[in-house]
């Protein structure tokens, strides 16, 4: 179910984020995946915001890393997603974050 689901995220993200510089970090067994937007035009805390006003809820990055030494900037370029959800809902919120990503990086 989980691989599925995985499979279907990564489908739908990718359609989603085509002109977008981002990476999704290898999914090693989790129900979640790390996106990574490459000098993301607002902080992950920002994107958060603006996905949970659209109507998709995603983990900040920042939020993932406490008590690092040194000031890592891709902490403030990432977000987590959860795909444990219906697969209606999964395709729905990766166009919505394809949707605001593209608004981001078009100023």
Do not use: M
């Amino acid at each position: 179910w989980y691989q599925q689901k995985q499979e279907l995220a990564l489908h739908a993200l990718r359609l989603a984020l085509d002109d977008v510089p981002y990476r999704i970090h290898k999914p090693e067994g989790a129900f979640f995946l790390w996106l990574w937007f490459e000098n993301l035009p607002c902080s992950s805390q920002q994107l958060y915001e603006l996905l949970k006003g659209a109507g998709v809820l995603v983990t900040p990055g920042h939020t993932s890393f406490p008590g690092l030494a040194d000031e890592w900037e891709h902490t403030r370029q990432c977000i987590r997603l959860s795909y444990a959800v219906d697969s209606v809902q999964l395709q729905s919120a990766a166009e919505i974050i394809g949707s605001v990503v593209k608004t981001l990086y078009s100023g």
